[in-house]
């Protein structure tokens, strides 16, 4: 079937076929009417627009068809191989070929802790980079919003960040940071360069909430006592907009490593004089054990009558 043409195009074809052979009789209405039928459904095409026909990029993925014959280069096997349990069906990858399994004769060894929280690792080496390249301001304290927007460890953001001290012969910038954990090597470099690192409790929320302005960085524990709550009350209805506050620990293992100052922790404040940052611990005092003598030996050594107490 014929495209459709526009109505000004139609009468151009009419007009031109009435007007082609003046010379034909005028009572032969017949051939008017083929003349016109022709004009209207013949067009002049091009035969290579049908040959150069072809579907778009992309409009369709060449699937394989397994099975199908050599020329494939998947047929007969259809990729599988020959012979065996392979080839007929699905084998497990622990499967040992019916002996008994290793785990079973041997057992299981070590232990991967599914509760462990997921830390991003940062060197010293790279934290300096980052403040020579200009993209950290020394001058500021450094907290977890700050490394997060800088790019230092990635777009991810996990459950906290750990501060660890490779780089740290050559780390000689006084910074404040603040961050989940620190190695003891990363602290001594911190303090030797004349800076400060606390270490904080964050959660993946929370650090997501930091990020996004939705929580006010503090190093101040929510204090604990009906005595803080109106100070506590009158702080948040001072503000103009309501923020999350960040969380404290409430595991064991959490609160103990907080509240210890090797860690510099934000908790160590907490702890007495001599006080252990164990809940259930005391501190050792590392003296001599004190060697228990029953009292009627003290008195049989006193009067010399050490020898009556032998049987032989």
């Known amino acids: 079937m014929p495209p459709r043409l526009p109505l000004t195009q139609a009468a151009r074809c009419c007009q031109a076929s009435l007007t082609a052979r003046p010379s034909a009789p005028a009572s032969s209405p017949t051939s008017s009417l083929i003349s016109l039928f022709a004009a209207l459904s013949v067009q002049t095409r091009s035969a290579s627009i049908l040959a150069s026909l072809s579907d778009n990029r992309g409009a369709y993925h060449k699937r394989i068809r397994k099975g199908r014959g050599p020329s494939s ?119 030797a360069a004349g800076g400060k690192i606390v270490t904080r409790f964050y959660t993946k929320e929370s650090l997501k909430r930091l990020v996004e302005g939705k929580s006010l960085h503090t190093d101040k524990p929510l204090p604990v006592g009906k005595e803080h709550v109106e100070e506590i009350l009158a702080q948040a209805r001072s503000l103009k907009k309501k923020y999350y506050r960040l969380p404290d620990p409430t595991s064991r293992w959490d609160i103990e490593y907080y509240r210890d100052p090797a860690h510099r922790g934000y908790l160590s404040h907490q702890l007495a004089p001599g006080e252990s940052p164990s809940l259930y611990f005391k501190v050792p005092t590392g003296g001599e054990k004190v060697k228990v003598v029953r009292a009627d030996k003290v008195k049989a050594s006193k009067t010399g009558d050490v020898a009556s107490e032998k049987l032989f």
């Open 73 to 191: 280069g998947y047929g007969k096997t259809a990729g599988r191989g020959t012979k065996g349990q392979k080839a007929h069906g699905h084998v497990k990858p622990w499967f040992q070929g019916g002996q008994t399994p290793l785990i079973v004769s041997h057992g299981r060894k070590g232990f991967v802790n599914q509760f462990a929280a997921d830390m991003s690792e940062l060197n010293l080496e790279k934290l300096q980079e980052w403040i020579e390249a200009g993209r950290i301001d020394p001058t500021k304290p450094i907290t977890p919003k700050e490394i997060i927007k800088s790019g230092i460890i990635g777009s991810s953001i996990k459950d906290g960040i750990k501060l660890l001290g490779r780089g740290k012969e050559s780390f000689k910038i006084p910074v404040t940071i603040t961050v989940s954990r620190a190695s003891a090597s990363a602290i001594e470099a911190i303090e």
